[in-house]
């Protein structure tokens, strides 16, 4: 990984009925708020929010979202694959993605590069109780793990509530990746979004860069923003409100564990990552794989409440 700035975009969705044209509008913002963030800031990579395109809960069946969409890469990131080429720079964007079949929608996230090519596609793997399609939702989970050679380092992908399960980002951490990005549409408090970028920063030593949505979608549901930036020791360095904008940091992997705490002049020797008890792990994979839930009660979610 080299030194780079990354920046996490806020972008509020057109709080209207989805169609085509709203979608145009979505991904027009999008691409006007990443020209804007860069000439600003000479970001290298941006980071925006989870469907960015249409907003979270589309307020619409599964069919009708498949109709709207397109694959990927296709012509629904392709505004986006343009302004990433006219900056030079990287940018992760949040979409929707039409399946193989009619209803088969993935909640997916688009790594692209400075050439305007596609790096990776990586698709929810946790989605929300409220989304999944066994819940009553509209996506389907995506089952593989993306991580991307860059030149700016090794970019792994999660999503919102993916943020929630450590194993998933273990797993990108282990396979090399020094920078998470988090595209996210995230309501259930401040306090747990950051909580869950911090500890997955701090688990695997890693930055990650968390883009969350702000202002309403077309189902009407509200976000709050605060996108943040996250150090490999689970240290906040840009936060912003709700307002639509970004925040930057400079991520540079010679400061990354310079120090146990930030401003330190104690080192910091230990490492997650080197420092597991892989027996421990081999003798317990089957509790690891085994299915369970909690034992304390706790409320049913209903289909369009989001995470």
């Known amino acids: 990984m080299r030194a780079f700035t990354a920046a996490a975009v806020q972008v509020a969705p057109v709080a209207a009925p989805l169609t085509a044209e709203t979608i145009r509008s979505n991904t027009a913002r999008c691409v006007e708020l990443t020209r804007q963030c860069v000439a600003s800031t000479g970001a290298d990579l941006v980071v925006l929010p989870e469907t960015a395109t249409t907003g979270f809960t ?37 979409t929707y993605e039409r399946g193989p079949e009619r209803g088969v929608v993935y909640n997916s996230s688009v790594l692209i ?3 305007g090519e596609v790096l990776g596609v990586y698709r929810k793997t946790h989605p929300f109780c409220s989304e999944i399609v066994s819940g009553g939702g509209w996506v389907t989970p995506g089952d593989t793990v993306t991580v991307c050679d860059t030149e700016l380092g090794r970019i792994g992908m999660i999503i919102c509530f993916d943020g929630d399960y450590p194993e998933l980002s273990r797993i990108q951490a282990v396979q090399g990746a020094e920078v998470i990005c988090r595209p996210s549409a995230l309501l ?12 997955r920063a701090y688990d ?4 990650v860069v968390g883009a969350n949505a702000t202002g309403t979608d077309a189902a009407g549901v509200h976000y709050f ?10 240290h906040v360095v840009a936060k912003a409100a709700s ?18 705490t930030p401003g330190s002049n104690v080192g910091q020797a230990f490492d ?14 089957e509790d690891l794989e085994r299915p369970a839930s909690t034992s304390f009660p706790h409320a049913p979610m209903h289909p369009g409440e989001a995470g």
């Not at 923003?225 to 689970?234: K, L």
């Open 113 to 115: 590069d400075p050439a």
């Open 272 to 285: 997650h990552l080197r420092d597991r008890n892989l027996d421990l792990i081999r003798n317990h994979r």
């Open 58 to 94: 589309p307020g619409c069946s599964k069919e009708e979202l498949w109709d709207l969409m397109t694959e990927l890469p296709g012509p629904v990131v392709d505004p986006i694959r343009e302004v990433a080429r006219e900056l030079g720079v990287h940018v992760c964007v949040g």
């Open 204 to 207: 695997n030593h890693v930055y």
């Open 225 to 234: 923003g605060n996108s943040h930036i996250v150090t490999p020791v689970g």
């Open 188 to 199: 259930r408090s401040a306090d747990i979004w950051d909580l869950t970028s911090r500890a």
């Open 243 to 260: 307002h639509e904008g970004w925040v930057t940091a400079r991520l540079d992997p010679a400061e990354a564990l310079a120090s146990l």
